[in-house]
């Protein structure tokens, strides 16, 4: 069973950095994509940033660039999110998530999903 | 990476047929076929329904579909359940290992 667990999301004040985790297991995390994607209360879903399988390839969006950095540790099946210069406007839930296809191809989209970790920036 | 844009509501009586629509540009939804749709319970992550316009995720009720035409892709669920009612949402692959979100679309059943 695949499972996607994200943690590390606390109240932070707005300038501050937080690092997210996402510790995955039941599958070959090395061979799939990862994603972080955030939801902010209420509203909808929006792609944060991604890597590919080796780290070959990353990218964000728009929104976080310069201030967030996605990496991966495929030894100890984790995904990481470094969150810097924190703003107001990065309340959210986030989420990480699996590349959905199968070793060395992508379909992509977003198979799986973790419960997501919340993270308020707040004086 | 401005949003996809879909209806922020839907609803239908139980048995019902309902299509949802998902408006991208020749960037994303118009130029890859990649566009995928998720159903999202209140407190829950989201889970895949569609992936590539229009193939079913493993499991998934062959009640739902999804197709596209040009820059629009559509969700349609047929034979509508009390327990479909949620927010959906599309996305389109954007190149470079990127994603763009619809702003998601809550599905009433009366």
């Known amino acids: 069973e695949v499972q996607l667990v994200e943690s590390g999301g606390v109240l932070v004040q707005p300038g501050g950095s937080l690092r997210l985790s996402c510790e995955a297991s039941?599958?070959?995390?090395?061979?799939?994509?990862m994603h972080w994607v955030r939801q902010a209360p209420g509203k909808g879903l929006e792609w944060v940033s991604g890597?590919?399988?080796?780290?070959?390839?990353?990218n964000n969006a728009d929104s976080v660039k310069g201030r967030f950095t996605i990496s991966r540790d495929n030894a100890r099946n984790s995904l990481f999110l470094q969150m810097n210069s924190l703003r107001p406007e990065d309340t959210a839930i986030y989420f990480c998530?699996?590349?959905?296809?199968?070793?060395?191809?992508?379909?992509?989209?977003?198979?799986?999903w973790g419960q997501g970790t919340l993270v308020t920036v707040s004086s | 990476q401005s949003a996809l844009t879909q209806p922020a509501s839907v609803s239908g009586s139980p048995g019902q047929s309902i299509t949802i629509s998902c408006t991208g540009t020749?960037?994303?939804?118009?130029?890859?076929?990649?566009v995928s749709w998720y159903q999202q319970l209140p407190g829950k992550g989201p889970k895949l329904l569609i992936y590539e316009d229009n193939k079913r995720h493993s499991g998934l009720s062959h009640r739902f579909s999804g197709s596209k035409s040009g820059n629009t892709a559509s969700l349609t669920i047929s034979g509508l359940q009390i327990e479909d009612e949620a927010d959906y949402y599309c996305c389109s692959y954007a190149g470079g290992i990127t994603f763009v979100f619809g702003g998601g679309t809550k599905l009433t059943v009366l």
């Open positions: 020749s960037s994303n939804v118009g130029r890859y076929n990649f």
């Open positions: 039941g599958f070959n995390f090395g061979d799939y994509g």
């Open positions: 890597v590919s399988w080796k780290s070959g390839t990353i």
């Open positions: 998530a699996k590349e959905a296809g199968g070793s060395g191809y992508t379909d992509w989209a977003l198979e799986y």
